[in-house]
C-alpha cells in the first residue's frame, strides 16, 4: 500500500469516526428547546416523498462564511431512502449504506459500513460523509430535496433520478 493510500484511509476513518462522536454528543435539552421556527412548523416531510428516489447532491449551500457552490458531477454523489429505514449511498468511488430517522422534519443519518477507495485529489467523498453525519432536518423545495447541517443552517441541495424498477 502506498503512503498516499494509507493516508486516505485514515482520514476517512477519522471523519467517521468524528461523526460518530458527533452525533453522539449533539442530542439537545428539548426543555431548553422552546421557541421553534416557523419554517420548522410547516414542513412535515412525508415518507413517500424521499423514499425510492436517488437523490444526487448538487450544490451546498454555507452560512459562514455565506456561500453557495455547485457539486461537480452530482451522478457521483447520491443516496437513496429505503421505507424500512435505511439508506444506501454512492460518495464518488465508495458505496455504503446505513440507517435514518425521519420525524416531522427532523433526520439523522447514522453511519454504516462503507468501502474506504481512495477516490483522488479532488473527491468530495470525505466532505460528503462527513455532511451527512451532520443532518438535523429535511425539506422540499419545489423538487429539491433540502437536508439541513447542524444548527447554523448549512444545507445541503439535492435533485431527484427516479430509480427505475426493472
Known amino acids: 500500500m502506498n503512503t498516499q493510500k494509507i493516508l486516505s484511509i485514515f482520514?476517512?476513518?477519522?471523519?467517521?469516526?468524528?461523526?460518530?462522536?458527533?452525533l453522539g454528543c449533539t442530542e439537545a435539552d428539548n426543555e431548553n428547546?422552546?421557541?421553534?421556527?416557523?419554517?420548522?412548523?410547516?414542513?412535515?416531510?412525508?415518507?413517500?416523498?424521499?423514499?425510492?428516489i436517488e437523490w444526487q447532491w448538487s450544490g451546498l449551500i454555507e452560512t459562514l462564511p455565506a456561500s453557495q457552490s455547485v457539486v461537480p458531477d452530482p451522478?457521483?454523489?447520491?443516496?437513496?431512502?429505503?421505507?424500512?429505514?435505511?439508506?444506501s449511498i454512492k460518495a464518488d468511488c465508495n458505496r455504503g449504506s446505513g440507517s435514518y430517522t425521519l420525524e416531522d422534519n427532523k433526520m439523522t443519518i447514522a453511519p454504516g459500513p462503507i468501502t474506504l477507495a481512495?477516490?483522488?485529489?479532488?473527491?468530495?467523498?470525505?466532505?460528503?460523509?462527513?455532511?451527512?453525519?451532520?443532518?438535523?432536518?429535511?425539506?422540499?423545495?419545489?423538487?429539491?430535496?433540502?437536508?439541513?447541517?447542524?444548527?447554523?443552517?448549512?444545507?445541503?441541495?439535492?435533485t431527484k433520478e427516479e430509480i427505475v424498477e426493472q
Open 33 to 52: 428547546d422552546v421557541i421553534e421556527t416557523e419554517h420548522d412548523e410547516e414542513t412535515i416531510i412525508a415518507l413517500d416523498e424521499i423514499i425510492d
Open 118 to 158: 481512495y477516490c483522488g485529489p479532488d473527491s468530495l467523498d470525505s466532505q460528503y460523509l462527513s455532511l451527512l453525519g451532520n443532518v438535523t432536518a429535511v425539506s422540499m423545495d419545489d423538487e429539491q430535496l433540502v437536508l439541513e447541517i447542524g444548527e447554523n443552517g448549512d444545507m445541503m441541495l439535492f
Open 11 to 22: 482520514m476517512i476513518f477519522a471523519v467517521l469516526t468524528g461523526t460518530m462522536l458527533a
Open 75 to 87: 451522478e457521483n454523489y447520491t443516496i437513496t431512502f429505503s421505507e424500512d429505514g435505511t439508506y
